[in-house]
């Protein structure tokens, strides 16, 4: 009897000792660390980790040489998945002549969306350039004139400028008063901003990312489109004032002869996405993967078209929060798994760059993934877990993407560390969006915004580190539930998978498809998934299919897509022309 209870006293501790041994070998993931890859991601050195700059290069090589040294292996190539994006958009040889007398450069500029072109014709006013036909509303700038060849003169903005509510809202994008002057006819548009609307008359810098409207479209200051008016003994400002007071339209031709060119050329730079992985050790679910990542690009310097909250400060925006914090917690997940490397199914650790120019990273990688999509268990992003406050509230979304995420997730927050806000819907703003489109069930994780997001005031003595270090402790036990289940997680589609579309959302007007945002296809819409039961597929729409035209008016890009839908109402049915296999179809669609 004494000897079997020696035997268990020495097993007993043995056991205890292993199990400290263990503990010892698995690395806490501590603020020290979290702290040394915040301060070089978010330090002047790296000047705000713009994509396709030095510091954007010196951001991913760090990610990826820190996670090479604990023994991570590229998922792709050197680690660096490399692809193009256009970083500027720069007016190139544009040309403005009336009545064949040249106007000086710096009276005109092409919009972004402004097709590469020259068009010669007569011109014709059209008002704030509406056609309104609504139960509210009524206005056709167009009624009585033919623009047809025409270069058209339209207001930019609308005549209830200043009204904090105009019931013209909706109706005055600049966009969209070109491609109803182009439905029209219209060979070209010159937009002129009125007083009320720009009384500097400045040009705004070019936006990257708009598609071609398929007409010459130029800016034109109040000078200029006086000189056009000038045989009509009307000023633009004078228009505006009557338009305004009248409430009325007004249009008429215009007695000169305009010569245009527009040229935009696309100033493109090379940046790239960093892929490690940790490969499984079960010989059955190693071929099946978790991504854990984030992004780790910022907005370099800011200025104007920078998306900055201060674009008058050219200064560093060192994103600490935004999203170094991310980045340093998914650093130090992935040295804890590399340390037990217990996890039987594979993990790609992921940083994500041109997050801030429309999730352009994860984009790619979702049509460039160096394993099969169906194999992808479950992605977990991480973006602004920087700054847990005092009321411990951490923001998760992706609950509802697959029908075991909630009992998971629930199981491992401690309550007294975190006040949980859940969200169902997989769409969001960051890069998990790009997984949930492909049928991937995503978790997101996130502290919120804050009065230093996107300002150069988002430094690393801001971040609160100790919130940090539980909420990378929190990710890193659901990984590993997740990483080891033996049981697939099953997708459940929670919330819309594209971004709400101002118009279509107001009308409610949808046909039920995920439409192609990269841009893939030139002259069409792709279709990459049509939702069952809803409209489009019960019209006989298939995945693949182009859209070129619906109604008769064509489609060449995902925003004369979105502008077509605000048109429609609910309760008629549509003719929508596809390329299928490269036939074309028509189908009628119910909506």
Not at 84 to 95: D, F, Q, T
Not at 291 to 302: E, K, N, P, T
Not at 546 to 565: H, P, S, V, W
Request: charged share 25%; with cysteine.
């Amino acid at each position: 009897m004494k000897h079997n209870l020696k035997y268990l006293v020495i097993v007993s501790l043995f056991m205890l000792f292993s199990c400290r041994a263990n503990k010892i070998d698995e690395p806490a993931i501590t603020i020290a660390e979290l702290q040394e890859h915040i301060n070089f991601l978010a330090s002047d050195e790296l000047k705000g980790r713009q994509p396709g700059t030095e510091g954007d290069l010196k951001s991913a090589e760090y990610i990826r040489d820190v996670m090479q040294s604990w023994g991570l292996k590229p998922a792709v190539g050197n680690g660096l998945q490399g692809f193009e994006i256009v970083a500027s958009l720069e007016a190139g040889e544009s040309k403005l002549l009336i009545d064949n007398k040249t106007v000086a450069s710096d009276q005109f500029m092409p919009f972004a969306f402004s097709e590469n072109s020259a068009h010669t014709g007569k011109t014709a006013f059209a008002g704030y350039g509406f056609d309104i036909k609504s139960d509210t509303l009524n206005w056709n700038d167009y009624e009585g004139i033919d623009v047809k060849g025409k270069w058209v003169m339209i207001l930019r903005t609308d005549p209830e400028i200043d009204k904090a509510s105009s019931n013209f809202a909706r109706y005055s994008s600049d966009r969209d008063k070109v491609m109803i002057a182009k439905d029209k006819g219209a060979g070209g548009v010159l937009m002129v901003s009125g007083e009320k609307f720009d009384p500097k008359d400045e040009f705004e810098p070019l936006s990257k990312g708009e598609h071609s409207t398929g007409i010459p479209v130029l800016r034109i200051k109040r000078e200029t489109a006086n000189i056009i008016l000038k045989e009509n003994n009307v000023t633009i400002s004078e228009l505006e004032e009557t338009l305004n007071n009248t409430f009325a339209p007004v249009s008429f031709d215009l007695n000169c002869t305009v010569e245009g060119i527009s040229e935009l050329v696309e100033q493109k730079v090379t940046t790239s996405n960093v892929l490690m992985m940790l490969p499984g050790n079960d010989s059955i679910l190693k071929d099946e993967y978790i991504i854990i990542g984030g992004h780790f690009d910022h907005l370099g310097m800011g200025g104007p078209g920078s998306s900055s909250r201060a674009p008058d400060t050219m200064a560093v925006h060192y994103g600490a929060d935004d999203n170094a914090s991310g980045i340093a917690s998914m650093l130090e997940i992935a040295e804890k798994f590399a340390s037990v490397h217990d996890n039987a199914r594979s993990i790609i650790f992921a940083g994500f760059t041109a997050e801030e120019m429309g999730l352009l990273g994860s984009k790619y990688l979702t049509e460039h993934l160096p394993v099969d999509a169906e194999k992808v268990n479950a992605m977990i992003n991480l973006d602004m877990v920087g700054r847990l406050k005092e009321n411990n509230l951490i923001q998760i979304g992706g609950i509802g993407t697959a029908k075991e995420f909630r009992d998971i997730v629930t199981g491992h927050i401690d309550t007294s560390l975190f006040s949980p806000a859940f969200s169902e819907e997989g769409y969001g703003p960051s890069d998990h969006s790009s997984f949930y489109g492909r049928d991937i069930p995503v978790l997101f994780f996130s502290t919120g915004a804050h009065l230093d997001y996107h300002t150069p005031y988002d430094t690393p003595d801001k971040i609160s580190y100790s919130g940090l270090v539980n909420i990378s402790d929190l990710v890193y036990e659901i990984s590993e539930e997740l990483a080891g289940n033996n049981k697939k997680l099953s997708f459940t589609e929670a919330g819309p998978k594209t971004p709400a579309i101002r118009n279509m959302r107001q009308k409610g007007v949808t046909l039920g498809i995920m439409p192609d945002f990269a841009g893939d296809v030139k002259n069409g819409l792709r279709a990459d998934f049509v939702t069952p039961g809803r409209p489009a597929a019960l019209g006989g729409m298939k995945k693949g299919d182009i859209i070129t035209a619906i109604n008769g008016k064509e489609i060449n890009n995902i925003q004369d897509y979105m502008f077509r839908l605000s048109e429609l109402e609910h309760g008629v049915t549509i003719q929508v022309e596809v390329l299928r296999d490269g036939k074309k179809e028509l189908l009628l669609v119910a909506l």
